[in-house]
């Protein structure tokens, strides 16, 4: 096999390449050998000094590699040292990169480039390289190497090894034998290059020494590699259809998100110029989902959220994140989903997805053990992984699981997710905006009841969004009507549009549609829009003036303290101002984060505040409600009628306390009726009382 392959002419190419144009590269790998043993050669190098020998390389990988690593022998220092190398070429033309999709026959056995997400990484194994078989007729050791899956066996001893040449059951040595280490990986399809809703395709990629290990799932990369087919199997049968796989040859990382995004010349005075427009603000609400009516606050967030503030790294080592969070919660068909898949289709690097996981992955991440791994374990990305850099929405995230619950604390805050199980030990990166939407486990949102007892998520989980807006679907004559126009006036715009292109006699002219049209047009298309966040995130970023940071510190020193007995605030809101008035600024492309963008900031936490965090008996606003689930003067209420309970069952005979009784003596100390049931319903929820007999009450002890 391997004399096959050796073509001294091609040899001789190849070293004369390299001694011209890599000797040096090939010194300061030497000098680091063994731990690099890759030599990196870029393609263009070899198209550029010898057309027809990168041609060669693209059609005939398997031979061209092989003869340049033959040649990398022959090299000077290679020789006195004996080195080894891997010849990785790298930065292959346009031309030959593939969509995954596109995968097809006649690409087999040529190198290709395909660019993706890394979904799963199984653990770096061990694989046989050259086996070493022991005769059991003459003890000769002879070798054999592997150059496929399945072990190759000798079935006689070979006289040309030094064996006796007979039919023999040989034993395989594996200490005499050598190892290479490999690694799989399932690259998966760049979600901005899929079409509607469509799955996104994969491919498995084997890899191997020097490369393994150093793949994350989550990791946007490049792999140059050779395609291949791999025979499918069902039990011991083997089958003709075959999977796609990829040898790596070599593997680019593609770091930066907003890079993708080409910004000219030209865009970049467009940008500054509209950045200066006083109206900048309303006009990029405008071009948000603008067949979705109303929901102006909303959108204004979506907008914030785009922009994103600053994430810090301290000189301490602590990660602040800048990303901003964001979560929906209402009513049924009140266009939450509609809006997620907006920002999804707007957003470089946004991923899509719904809470009810489809892959054991879920959300975050997870090791499993599949058919992937071969019997081993695999790590997996969830969407937030896969969502690196950009925005993952998250439809329905009240339907969970629980382990994704249980991880989505450290992927919100630190933006990071562990794994630790069956050897497998990782820390991946979720450095995304989450945009969730959630609907009531009743149906319908209720004002009166607690967030995280409408939709399933703990409270401690809901402080780290820093925007929760509740969308509540109630009927009223004016907006019903503007609402019923806006929809019929948008179908009726898309009707005459399907008319004009489609219909062979149609009465209606292009004036028409585009009046139509005029409501649902965004001010900037989406396309813009892109590269205009990419500038501003790639370009700005403001400083908070003395004037704004005091403007925050008073507003939140004095809503803590504007009532005794009510913590408006935690410092995690203080946190939640600063990165939206970043963002503020950076939408006006301003260096500055300016008053105007930290009253910008108050305005729209207050706005949901005012939604959802409100105390509706005291009407003050108190972020209790949403931490712990009841505000302080609930809580104190049911403090008062515990203490009450306490009384009358030490009083009692039987050591329990009357319903009515309670409701009573709580009246006396001036509570309503109707609140102090309430109180003893949630109580006996909570499981702080009990009822043994009806309508009696005990205390449980702990
Ligand atoms: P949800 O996810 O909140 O249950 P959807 O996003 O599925 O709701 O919306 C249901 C339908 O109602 C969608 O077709 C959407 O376009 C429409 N709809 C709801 N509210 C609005 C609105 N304010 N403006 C325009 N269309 C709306
Ligand atoms: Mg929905």
New binding site residues.
């Given amino acids: 096999m391997v004399q096959l392959l050796k073509d001294n002419s091609l040899v001789a190419s190849w070293q004369n390449f390299f001694e011209e144009n890599y000797k040096s590269e090939i010194e300061t790998v030497a000098l680091e050998y063994p731990e690099k043993r890759s030599l990196i050669v870029d393609y263009w190098d070899i198209d550029r000094i010898d057309p027809k020998l990168a041609e060669e390389l693209i059609n005939q990988p398997y031979k061209t590699i092989f003869n340049a690593e033959e040649a990398l022998k022959n090299i000077d220092v290679a020789v006195e040292n004996k080195i080894i190398l891997h010849f990785r070429v790298t930065n292959l033309p346009d031309l030959h990169k593939i969509i995954i999709r596109k995968i097809r026959a006649n690409h087999l056995g040529k190198l290709k480039a395909i660019e993706g997400l890394v979904k799963k990484r199984t653990e770096v194994r061990p694989k046989l390289q050259v086996a070493a078989f022991l005769c059991q007729k003459c003890g000769a050791v002879v070798k054999v190497e592997q150059d496929e899956d399945i072990l190759k066996e000798p079935n006689e001893c070979f006289e040309d090894q030094g064996g006796c040449g007979r039919v023999s059951s040989l034993k395989l040595l594996t200490n005499l034998s050598t190892f290479i280490d490999s690694q799989k990986i399932e690259i998966q399809e760049n979600p901005e290059g899929l079409r509607g809703g469509a799955q996104p395709e994969k491919i498995s990629v084997y890899l191997e020494d020097d490369l393994v290990g150093e793949i994350a799932p989550g990791d946007r990369v490049v792999v140059n590699g050779i395609l291949h087919s791999k025979q499918r199997r069902r039990g011991t049968f083997r089958l003709t259809s075959f999977d796609k796989t990829m040898e790596a040859v070599s593997i680019e990382n593609q770091q930066l998100a907003f890079e993708e995004v080409d910004v000219t010349e030209e865009d970049e005075k467009e940008i500054i110029k509209i950045s200066k427009d006083p109206e900048i603000y309303n006009n990029m609400r405008k071009s948000m989902a603008p067949?979705?009516?109303?929901?102006d606050v909303e959108k204004d967030a979506l907008v914030l959220q785009l922009f994103g503030g600053l994430s810090k790294k301290m000189p301490d080592g602590t990660y602040i994140r800048g990303d901003i969070h964001t979560l929906f919660v209402?009513?049924?068909?009140?266009?939450?989903?509609?809006?997620l898949n907006y920002l999804a289709k707007l957003a470089p690097r946004s991923i899509y997805a719904s809470g009810k996981a489809s892959s054991a992955a879920g959300l975050t991440a997870a090791a499993v053990r599949d058919e992937f791994g071969e019997g081993q374990w695999t790590l997996e990305a969830g969407a937030l992984v896969l969502a690196d850099m950009g925005i993952a929405c998250i439809?329905e995230i009240d339907k969970m699981n629980d382990q994704d619950r249980s991880s989505l604390h450290q992927a919100m805050e630190q933006q990071e997710i562990s794994v630790a199980k069956a050897g497998i030990n990782a820390t991946l990166k979720s450095r995304c905006a989450i945009l969730a939407?959630a609907?009531p486990k009743l149906g319908r949102f209720d004002e009166f009841m607690p967030i995280h007892e409408q939709i399933n998520m703990p409270p401690a989980l809901l402080s780290r969004f820093d925007l929760i807006f509740s969308?509540i679907d109630k009927p009223s004559m004016e907006k019903d009507k503007e609402?019923a126009t806006?929809?019929l006036h948008?179908h009726k715009a898309g009707e005459v549009f399907e008319n004009i292109t489609k219909s062979k006699k149609s009465k209606y002219n292009k004036k028409e549609k585009d009046f139509l049209m005029e409501n649902v047009m965004p001010i900037f298309d989406p396309e813009f829009l892109r590269k205009y966040v990419a500038y501003a995130k790639r370009n700005i970023f403001p400083v908070m003036s003395d004037d704004a940071l005091e403007i925050l510190k008073n507003y939140y020193v004095n809503f803590r303290n504007s009532s005794v007995d009510s913590i408006p605030f935690t410092p995690r809101q203080l946190e939640a101002f600063v990165r939206l008035a970043e963002a503020s600024a950076r939408i006006r492309l301003s260096e500055e984060v300016t008053i105007d963008d930290a009253k910008r900031a108050i305005s729209t936490i207050d706005q949901y505040l005012r939604r959802v965090g409100m105390d509706r008996e005291t009407g003050k606003i108190d972020i209790d409600i949403i931490a712990t689930g009841i505000s302080h003067s609930q809580h104190d209420r049911m403090r008062t009628i515990m203490d009450i309970i306490q009384r009358l069952c030490d009083e009692s005979k039987d050591g329990d306390a009357a319903r009515n009784e309670i409701i009573i003596e709580a009246e006396t100390s001036g509570f309503a009726a109707d609140k102090v049931k309430e109180a003893l319903d949630r109580l006996k929820r909570n499981g702080q009382i009990y009822e043994p007999v009806h309508n009696r009450y005990k205390i449980t002890e702990y």
């Fill in positions: 067949t979705i009516y109303g929901m209402g009513d049924p068909g009140t266009a939450k989903s509609q809006m439809d939407a609907n969308i609402l806006h929809i948008t």
